[in-house]
């Protein structure tokens, strides 16, 4: 009889613990989020449908109009500088050559940011070829700027106009096919994003999202403060994603057409934000924010 008493004793401690280690995870991952407004606005490259994407002047028009988040991409220059861009390359749809002509999809994956310092990167322009994809783009000079200097002039922006810190998006760029081509292997990435999230003092306001889960599990397990938010396109849904992942993320962010009444619960019920990708009309935003999402990523956060 002791010998059982002891054994269930036993059980109800290890129950007892595991249960709080769940509870305390969970409440973490609300705690981090807790300042994210109830409804996230926002700007996808900052606002890719009226400005050149991933510019400091995207930026500017982004907090204008009102978003909450700056949504951007990085990658890593040779001379490893954290530059914004959503290619590691210099793309067709919206790079000029150093001689003025645009850059061809044939050669545009030879024009290879983690090949080039940041210093050859501004011999680039990325803002005098519209989007073919964005007609009401405004045309402007622009090169792909440093993260630390998109920091520096959104946080002096935000200061000269007396408005509230907006929260920065920050994508990793990168997959397992492309390490040591495109881009730092995961480890070194992340360290170097961080070394210029920390520099800036800005840890407390920035998602770092991404669809390369690696970069993900190491943000979790050497900077568990930081805010994690999982990018996905494929149906799998939010359980399996959460086991690839290894973790929960404190945000599950699916490409939008994937979103159901179902999947939003889901979400909610696992104690995780939802926030879709990339939407572009008013009727599906207004559509999503009745389904009870977070927040919705746009390329044109003036329909918000």
Sequence with gaps: MKRMRDVLELALIVLLVVSCH??????????KTSDLPAFDKEGHRGCRGLMPENTVAAMYKAIDIGVNTLEMDA???????????????FSASIATKPDGS???????????????TYEETQRYDVGLAVNPGFKDQQKMAATKPRLADVIDSVETYIKKKGLKPVFYNIETKCSPKTDGQYHPAPDEFVTKLMEVINKKGIGARVIIQSFDFRTLQVINSKYPSMITAALVADAKGIAEH???LG????IYSPLYTL?????????HDQQVRILPWTVNDKPTIEKLKAMGVDGIISDYPNLF
Aim: proline share 5%; aromatic share 6%.
């Design 102 to 116: 645009r850059v061809t999809s044939t050669e545009e994956r030879s024009l290879n940011i983690f090949g080039m």
């Design 242 to 244: 959460i086991k690839l």
């Design 22 to 31: 769940a509870t305390r995870k969970s409440t973490d991952s609300l705690t």
């Design 75 to 89: 990658v890593i220059t040779k001379d490893g500088e954290v530059i914004l861009s959503h290619e590691p390359f």
């Design 259 to 267: 979103v159901k009444p179902e999947m939003v619960k889901e979400c």
């Design 247 to 250: 973790f929960k993320p404190d």
